[in-house]
T-cell receptor
């Protein structure tokens, strides 16, 4: 079956702009989580959605938001981009809970200039 | 607070050597889960193992083995007879037992297997 698909793979944006990233989980998976990966901070948890509800949230400013649709696809949005938002954004899906086996997408590489 | 420490930032070994990646964790929970993930150059994290805190048996899967020691709060990962394809970043992670507990990742160990 198809894996986790993230689009786009690469993105260049200017400071102050906003961006929307998309994640299609594995068919049948209802939990989708988002992570930010940077060389300095490593992998940091952004949020998790389950059945269209945000179930958990990391320590990120309100500029970072997300949502999940009825088909389990998820989007995350970052408004008023800052240079420090440059990172690899990874999406993971699991059948029910994130602390089981999770499957990750290849990520979206966001560069803010 | 939960924390995962991978003290080895980067390791290089010659192909066919054995290599052990260290992972030390901190948690106040009595029930928790430990994980290892592999991140190859393509970017996606690949699940390797999940271990329940009540199960201290060591696990072996092919060339991979894991040593879980509660007494030292460690969950180390050994690759036997390493291969170039094992080159990747390896992450150790920790989660509580509740279904809405998030996963805390270590900073990762970059492993280079030299031909």
């Amino acid at each position: 079956k198809a894996g986790v698909t993230q689009t786009p793979r690469y993105l260049i944006k200017t400071r102050g702009q906003q961006v929307t990233l998309s994640c299609s989980p594995i068919s049948g998976h209802r939990s989708v989580s988002w992570y930010q990966q940077t060389p300095g901070q490593g992998l940091q948890f952004l949020f998790e959605y389950f059945s269209e509800t945000q179930r958990n949230k990391g320590n990120f400013p309100g500029r970072f938001s997300g949502r999940q649709f009825s088909n389990s696809r998820s989007e995350m949005n970052v408004s008023t981009l800052e240079l420090g938002d440059s990172a690899l954004y990874l999406c993971a899906s699991s059948q029910r809970f994130m602390n089981t086996e999770a499957f990750f997408g290849q990520g979206t590489r966001l560069t803010v200039v | 607070a939960q924390k995962v420490t991978q003290a080895q930032t980067e390791i290089s070994v010659v192909e066919k050597e054995d290599v052990t990646l260290d992972c030390v964790y901190e948690t106040r929970d009595t029930t928790y889960y430990l994980f290892w993930y592999k991140q190859p150059p393509s970017g996606e994290l690949v699940f390797l193992i999940r271990r329940n805190s009540f199960d201290e048996q060591n696990e072996i899967s092919g060339r991979y083995s894991w040593n879980f020691q509660k007494s030292t709060s460690s969950f180390n990962f050994t690759i036997t007879a390493s291969q170039v394809v094992d080159s990747a970043v390896y992450f150790c992670a920790l989660s509580g037992r509740d279904r809405d507990d998030k996963i805390i990742f270590g900073k990762g160990t970059r492993l280079h297997i030299l031909p």
